[in-house]
């Protein structure tokens, strides 16, 4: 954004090199990519529950228990974290 707000003088071009913007870049490329991972991680999960189970209420019901605690593991964890516990 500074770059870009920075006029460069005629005929100079500007990039940006260092620790930041390369930290920037990975985080912004995995965080891309996680969310990716994370869609096809649930949609083969469903897939084996499907197949295991051969009910889509029992598939649905599995996944729904997953997610409410994965939310619990994440509320507990931010919580101990706030106190440094």
Same mark, same amino acid.
């Given at each position: 954004?500074?770059?870009? @707000?920075?006029?460069a003088p005629d005929g100079v071009q500007?990039? !940006? *090199?260092?620790?930041?913007?390369? &930290?920037?870049? @990975? ?9 990716? !991972? *994370?869609?096809?991680?649930?949609? &083969? ?8 189970f051969r009910s889509v209420a029992t ?27």
């Amino acid at each position: 954004e500074i770059v870009a @707000q920075t006029p460069a003088p005629d005929g100079v071009q500007v990039f !940006v *090199t260092g620790g930041a913007p390369l &930290v920037a870049d @990975q985080h912004s490329a995995g965080d891309k990519s996680v969310f990716r !991972v *994370t869609m096809i991680t649930i949609v &083969v999960i469903a897939i084996m529950l499907l197949i295991v189970f051969r009910s889509v209420a029992t598939m649905i019901l599995i996944l729904l228990m997953v997610f409410i605690e994965l939310g619990a593991a994440r509320g507990i964890v931010a919580f101990l974290a706030n106190y440094e516990i």
